[in-house]
Each structure stands twice: as C-alpha cells, then as structure tokens.
Nanobody
C-alpha cells in the first residue's frame, strides 16, 4: 500500500488548508481511513476518521472546523481545515485500517490502523 500526501504548508491563524492522501495498492475502497497528527513533544492523536464514504468522526479539538471526505473514483482521502489555530501545528498523517468494522472508540485510535502515510507538515502562525 502506498500513499501520496500533499497540501501541507504554512498559514496564518484563521486561514485554511486542504490535505490530500492518494491511495494505491489496496483494493477495498470502503476501508476505514483517518487523519492523525503529531506535534513536537506530543503523542500522535486522531483528528478525523471516515468509514465508507459518509461515516465520519472528529476529535473535539477540530469538530466544526475540519471536514474529512473521500473520493471513490480516485481513492483519495481529504481533510479540509478551516479556521486554523496555532495549536493545529503538527505533522499530519493519513492512515488506512484493515478492520472490517470498528466500535466508536476505535476510530481515532492509532492502533486501529495498519498502513500510514509519510506525513505532511502544517504550520499555523498567530
């Protein structure tokens, strides 16, 4: 499985970015996927997940500001990030799970995901 992540960069607080993660080498286009992030000195945390194409979950830190989506034709995962804050600064990773089903508490746990992208840096300045 390979991922092609893009869309990271630097932006001022209140701005927007859209991350993309193209998937190749994995047949199941309904697989659970998610975005995680890791800031310096902090643990990796789940940000948003999507099961199939409509079953979405968000962490409380980003709910109402971030939107996760997936395009079936191109098998690309997206993360639209609006009203960005300095505390959103981190490396963002896309991830893919081989689990057929997940309980709610599992969808934003890193242990639920087997395959990981290389990460893309997002920096938000105040």
């Amino acid at each position: 499985v390979q991922f092609t992540e893009s869309g990271g960069g630097s932006v001022q607080a209140g701005g927007s970015l859209k991350l993309s993660c193209g998937v190749s080498g994995y047949a199941d286009r309904y697989a659970y996927m998610a975005w995680f992030r890791q800031a310096p000195g902090k643990e990796r945390e789940g940000v948003a997940s999507i099961g199939g194409y409509t079953n979405t979950r968000y962490s409380e830190a980003v709910k109402g500001r971030f939107t996760v989506s997936k395009d079936r034709a191109s098998y690309t995962l997206y993360l639209q990030m609006d009203n960005l804050k300095p505390e959103d600064t981190a490396i963002y990773y896309c991830a893919l799970s081989t689990m057929d089903t997940m309980l709610t508490f599992q969808v934003l746990q890193s242990t639920s995901y087997r395959y990981w992208g290389q990460g893309t840096q997002v920096t938000v300045s105040s």
